[in-house]
């Protein structure tokens, strides 16, 4: 049973990207991988549980940490029992975030409220920057050499909160921080395979910009392999990988928003960060980084990934007129975004 598991795991690994399936390859054995202690903050929640599953499944992590204000002892216990190489350890509340942090060389980053319908993703920044802003203080006094992995929304303001609270611990390392954008490309890749009716194993997209509305742009005139789709496939594939979101928080109809495909996402991109940690060369994923591709000082897109996380930030590529367009619109919303991020920071 488990090793059925494991074997689709690997299988719906394999065809999220062709570069880092979420299992190590033939070869990459638990014995050989390095020790890695990765912490999960948020981890009795709708991403928190799936996603401390996908990782108890990951056999380049060696302890996970389980976090939640409420909820981590049940979580812990239970994924504990699974039989494969993580130890597992669950910490409630905030006098254990220090414990719980550790040692830690990631950390994941699912705290905090979803939307619900007829919200933006804007709307929860009342709430979640709080949040983040005193989790990244806890990142920075307990484990400041750890990558970090965003996924709290709003994304786009999140991750400068972050970089923010690390710059005025004297801790910033701008190779260390990635807002999770691996959600938009992965539906980028399943709708994009089935408009092109291509098999989605082989499919790749990159997706840039931001993880909101219209800063999400995904490149299909990028997407390998090749496909002859009109302009009007081509829009109504990009809406509907911006809209991805909203259409997962309309469905859930009031219960939140995605939470096992955003678990599957996240686990696909830790899993790429720990690879580049343990030196597997040409590990390239999207994430929204520091960056200087475009005159923000934030940016999603291609990112090679090495020991030290960030090595290299990709540009942009060749771009259709269509996408030239997109990068123009989203531009404004995104700056004002990252801006709200760092006021919010250096506040008080
Ligand atoms: N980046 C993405 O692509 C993406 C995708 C989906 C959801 N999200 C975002 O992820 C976040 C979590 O979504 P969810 O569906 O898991 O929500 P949820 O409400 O089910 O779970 C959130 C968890 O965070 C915990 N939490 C709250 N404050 C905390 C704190 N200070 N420290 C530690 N844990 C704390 C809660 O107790 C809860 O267990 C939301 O902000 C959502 O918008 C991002
Ligand atoms: O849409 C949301 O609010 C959650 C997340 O950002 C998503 O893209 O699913």
Redesign the pocket.
Known sequence: MLRSIQASVKRAASAASSTQPLLPRRGYSSESAPERKVAV????????QPLALLMKLNPLVSSLSL?????TPGVAADVSHINTRSEVAGYMG?DQ?GKALEGCDLVII??????KPGMT?DD?FNI?AG?VK??SAAIAKYCPNALVN??????NSTVPIAAEVFKKAGTYDEKKLF??????VVRAKTFYAGKAKVPVEGVNVPVVGG?AGITILPLFSQATPKANLSDEDIKALTKRTQDG?TEVVEAKAGK????L??AY??AIFADACLKGLNGVPDVVECSFVQSSITELPFFASKVKLGKNGVEEVLDLGPLSDYEKQGLESLLPELKSSIEKGIKFANQG
């Open positions: 903050l948020g981890a009795a929640g709708g991403i928190g976090y939640d204000i409420a909820g905030e975030l699912p705290a905090g409220v979803p939307r993703r929860l979640n949040i005193s989790l965003m996924i709290s929304n709003p994304v807002g999770v954008t691996m959600l938009d993880h979101g939140g928003s995605a939470t495909s955003m996402a996240g």
